[in-house]
């Protein structure tokens, strides 16, 4: 079963909720556990799982590379390029790597067989075990660059650390394309949220793309009492199930910001996360 983790804003507290279900779901005997860290602009999964990353793999993009020398300067390829990424001045092709999406079709239409495409590290993946049962996979995007899809994919179809029964993804936030690449493969999407008016905006945007995805989704509520947003209320009206609530508690805080997970910070927490797994994969998913 593939749960991913998301919500329409940074900062609610994805990553605190997919560390901690997976670590509740490893000490229940249920997995083994992948977590596949897909917030490839600022993993930190592994702040909390401390895996050993024992291996590694760059991600490449293929960019075109122009032969000026058989060039014969038709501008078609400039033409043919909807992302700008190749002006045309001069009858001499100038190619801007960071607008590139790696189509092709430059290289494709280019009458005098000018182009080569040539391989441009934009992103790094790394894996490994954290112990017996629960293993990470986490990408991380290049500084200064900006497409974080080819990342996601290539660390979607890597092979896992582990032989998994459950994968868990930490997915980007927002509701663009890296989201949508990250969970467009799973099974449940769990929407993490905070009662607060931000909180509430972007909750009905995450909402929408499960919906458009076709994807079940569950709410969780973290730092319930920092703001007064009725996100129960809108949960209730929508038929979203909310599965957990999480309170505001300095006690909590200060864990987290130490690098501990919600279950090491208060181990009743392992009953609750429990039972939203049992809420989301039925009375068989678990014990």
């Given at each position: 079963m593939v749960i991913a983790v998301a919500s329409g804003?940074?900062?609610?507290?994805?990553?605190?909720?997919?560390?901690?279900?997976?670590?509740?779901?490893?000490?229940?005997?249920?997995?083994?556990?992948?977590v596949s860290d897909c917030d490839v602009e600022a993993p930190n999964a592994q702040i909390f799982l401390k895996a050993a990353l024992e291996e590694d793999?760059?991600?490449f993009h293929y960019i075109p590379q122009v032969d000026l020398e058989r060039c014969s300067g038709c501008g078609i390829c400039g033409e043919v390029c909807r992302f700008n990424a190749i002006l045309v001045i001069g009858g001499k092709p100038k190619v801007f790597p960071s607008l590139c999406h790696g189509c092709g079709s430059c290289t494709l239409q280019c009458p005098d067989d000018a182009i080569d495409e040539i391989p441009y590290q934009i992103?790094?993946?790394?894996?490994?075990?954290?112990?017996?049962?629960?293993?990470?996979?986490?990408?991380?995007?290049?500084?200064?660059?900006?497409?974080?899809?080819?990342?996601?994919?290539?660390?979607?179809?890597?092979?896992?650390?582990?032989?998994?029964?459950?994968?868990?993804?930490d997915s980007p936030p927002g509701?663009?394309?890296?989201?949508?690449?990250?969970?467009r493969k799973a099974d449940f999407l769990l929407l993490v949220t905070e009662p607060t008016v931000f909180g509430?905006?972007?909750l009905k945007q995450a909402l929408?793309?499960?919906?458009?995805?076709?994807?079940?989704a569950g709410?969780?509520?973290?730092?319930?009492?920092?703001?007064?947003?009725?996100?129960?209320?809108?949960?209730?009206?929508?038929?979203?199930?909310v599965l957990l609530e999480i309170p505001l508690d300095r006690e909590i805080g200060e864990g987290l910001a130490r690098g501990r997970t919600l279950l090491e910070i208060d181990p009743s927490f392992l009953e609750s996360f429990l039972t939203m797994w049992r809420s989301i994969a039925g009375p068989e998913g678990g014990s």
């Amino acid at each position: 079963m593939v749960i991913a983790v998301a919500s329409g804003k940074g900062g609610t507290g994805k990553t605190t909720i997919a560390v901690s279900l997976a670590q509740a779901l490893q000490q229940n005997g249920v997995g083994p556990v992948l977590v596949s860290d897909c917030d490839v602009e600022a993993p930190n999964a592994q702040i909390f799982l401390k895996a050993a990353l024992e291996e590694d793999k760059d991600v490449f993009h293929y960019i075109p590379q122009v032969d000026l020398e058989r060039c014969s300067g038709c501008g078609i390829c400039g033409e043919v390029c909807r992302f700008n990424a190749i002006l045309v001045i001069g009858g001499k092709p100038k190619v801007f790597p960071s607008l590139c999406h790696g189509c092709g079709s430059c290289t494709l239409q280019c009458p005098d067989d000018a182009i080569d495409e040539i391989p441009y590290q934009i992103g790094l993946l790394e894996r490994g075990p954290v112990n017996a049962g629960l293993g990470l996979r986490q990408g991380s995007l290049q500084e200064g660059e900006p497409l974080a899809v080819p990342v996601i994919s290539a660390l979607r179809s890597w092979n896992a650390p582990v032989d998994h029964q459950v994968e868990i993804i930490d997915s980007p936030p927002g509701a663009s394309c890296p989201v949508v690449e990250a969970v467009r493969k799973a099974d449940f999407l769990l929407l993490v949220t905070e009662p607060t008016v931000f909180g509430l905006h972007d909750l009905k945007q995450a909402l929408q793309v499960a919906r458009e995805l076709q994807i079940p989704a569950g709410v969780v509520i973290n730092r319930v009492g920092v703001g007064q947003e009725d996100i129960q209320g809108f949960c209730q009206a929508e038929g979203l199930p909310v599965l957990l609530e999480i309170p505001l508690d300095r006690e909590i805080g200060e864990g987290l910001a130490r690098g501990r997970t919600l279950l090491e910070i208060d181990p009743s927490f392992l009953e609750s996360f429990l039972t939203m797994w049992r809420s989301i994969a039925g009375p068989e998913g678990g014990s």
